[in-house]
């Protein structure tokens, strides 16, 4: 408030009873009143009843030489800054998510060439077979080609899946 002193006493006795008279009103208004959100109309009523009504061309509280004209201008000036500056943080955020976006197809496109050239590189060396349910195959034979070719598939593709979260926890 700028009628009181630093310590908080006022610098007029009229201010300190407008202040006390209001106080007053706008408890006793909000106490007969049930509804909580309208204590900003009952506080602008009173203010009105205490302060007089508005008159035309000036603006109450602001000073001498104020007037609407130039409230609303600044409203709107500040309006459009924040409303500026978001449009361009929710652009840059868009690219941001865009180029992320690219970024992981890239990625991925290129592990899946990996792991499709280690599987044509395996295929070479060791054609993939049908595995059948012989003895060696039970008894875990580490010479079995099928096994080989198998663990070393599921070693990759083990990687590729531990990738692929880490990327979507990221």
């Known amino acids: 408030m700028?009628?009181?002193?630093?310590?908080?006493?006022?610098?007029?006795?009229?201010?300190?009873?407008?202040?006390?008279?209001?106080t007053s009103l706008i408890s006793e208004r909000i106490g007969?009143?049930?509804?909580?959100?309208?204590?900003?109309?009952?506080?602008a009523q009173v203010f009105t009843e205490l302060m007089g009504s508005e008159r035309y061309g000036r603006v109450r509280g602001y000073g001498v030489g104020v007037t609407p004209t130039q409230l609303?201008?600044?409203?709107?000036?500040?309006?459009?800054?924040?409303?500026?500056?978001?449009?361009?943080?929710?652009?840059?955020?868009?690219?941001?998510?865009?180029?992320?976006?690219?970024?992981?197809?890239?990625?991925?496109?290129?592990l899946r060439a990996q792991i499709n050239q280690i599987t044509s590189l395996l295929h070479q060396f060791v054609p993939p077979q049908v595995p059948d349910s012989s003895s060696a195959r039970r008894d875990g034979d580490a010479s079995?080609?099928?096994?080989?070719?198998?663990?070393?598939?599921?070693?990759?593709f083990m990687l590729f899946e531990v990738h692929c979260k880490r990327k979507l926890i990221v």
């Open 72 to 110: 609303s201008a600044v409203g709107r000036y500040t309006q459009d800054v924040r409303q500026s500056s978001s449009t361009a943080e929710v652009n840059d955020l868009k690219a941001e998510i865009k180029e992320l976006k690219q970024s992981h197809q890239t990625e991925m496109q290129s």
């Open 144 to 156: 079995d080609p099928w096994s080989i070719y198998f663990g070393v598939y599921m070693y990759f």
């Open 32 to 43: 007969e009143s049930s509804s909580i959100g309208n204590t900003r109309g009952v506080e």
């Open 2 to 22: 700028t009628h009181t002193h630093r310590d908080g006493s006022f610098v007029r006795e009229e201010s300190r009873d407008i202040v006390d008279r209001a």
